[in-house]
């Protein structure tokens, strides 16, 4: 990976090493369910578990993408995301970067205006037109997923006559340009494992990790008890810790500047060891 910084509301943030992204769902149906905080005690409890664990960035979502879910309106995302915001700032204070895992751009609005920092976007502003002004607006750090469809169509649109990875790479390297063009600086990439991939090329994507980096910007990995793992193992997601880990660690190694993960202690340890390793 190569240093990268985000600009957090004026403050500089600077990485030499990956970073960690813990997860909390405000959702009662993610696929995981120790991920799923119900109410402010709760996500205060695990942020803070979080932090004390070296937890670079905290995550939050309050809608399901995993193929099935309920759809959720907007107001009711916004409902639960302001819950999680406020627990998370009453639990660690204003220095974490909270980002907010939303597609729609009035969410996003309204999170950042509650205190989030950043916009997670698994849709890559392709589930609404109005997200690329709104974070150019915003002047807030993107996460730009690369996706197709919508979560209950997705798995439908897995043809890549040109290769996966070559697919990802066009299509992020346009978005990027189109951001760009708005004067959206922070730009951190998501190849979408999981999202209109079958299992197999999710690991051709994989292993091709280092591909990415041509788009010079830092890359995400969000792999975490996924099906790709669950699947190939024929586990539970409750089963996953330990290959999540590994998976991780790969990651690292392919080039991966954030790690978006369930299990934040082992993550930071995988740093840390790749740290050691790389030095």
Not at 9 to 35: C, E, H, Q
Not at 98 to 124: K, L, P, Q, Y
Not at 151 to 177: E, H, K, N
Not at 182 to 208: C, R, W, Y
């Amino acid at each position: 990976m190569r240093e990268f910084s985000l600009n957090i509301k004026g403050r500089l943030l600077t990485f030499d090493r990956p970073a960690v992204m813990g997860i909390i769902n405000v959702t009662p149906d993610s696929f995981y369910a120790a991920s799923r905080a119900a109410n402010s005690q709760t996500i205060s409890t695990r942020a803070a578990e979080m932090v004390a664990q070296g937890v670079d960035i905290i995550d939050l979502g309050a809608y399901s993408s995993r193929p099935g879910a309920d759809d959720v309106s907007a107001e009711e995302e916004s409902r639960r995301l302001r819950l999680g915001i406020e627990a998370i700032r009453s639990a660690v204070g204003p220095d974490v970067p909270v980002s907010v895992d939303t597609f729609r751009a009035s969410v996003a609005r309204d999170a950042i205006e509650w205190g989030a920092d950043i916009v997670n976007d698994i849709s890559g502003g392709l589930l609404d037109p109005e997200m690329f002004s709104t974070v150019a607006a915003l002047r807030c750090p993107y996460v730009l997923m690369h996706m197709r469809g919508n979560p209950a169509t997705m798995q439908s649109l897995t043809d890549y006559p040109s290769g996966v990875t070559q697919d990802v790479i066009d299509v992020l390297s346009r978005r990027i340009g189109e951001l760009e063009e708005l004067g959206v600086a922070d730009i951190i990439v998501d190849p979408g494992f999981g999202f209109a991939k079958t299992t197999e090329q999710n690991f051709e994507l994989f292993s091709q990790l280092e591909a990415i980096e041509i788009l010079h910007r830092p890359i995400l990995v969000g792999v975490s008890r996924k099906s790709m793992i669950t699947r190939t193992l024929a586990i539970s997601s409750e089963e996953a810790g330990t290959a999540t880990a590994v998976m991780g660690a790969f990651a690292l190694d392919r080039g991966a500047s954030i790690l978006r993960v369930h299990d934040v202690e082992a993550a930071v340890q995988s740093v840390r060891l790749w740290k050691c390793l790389n030095n």
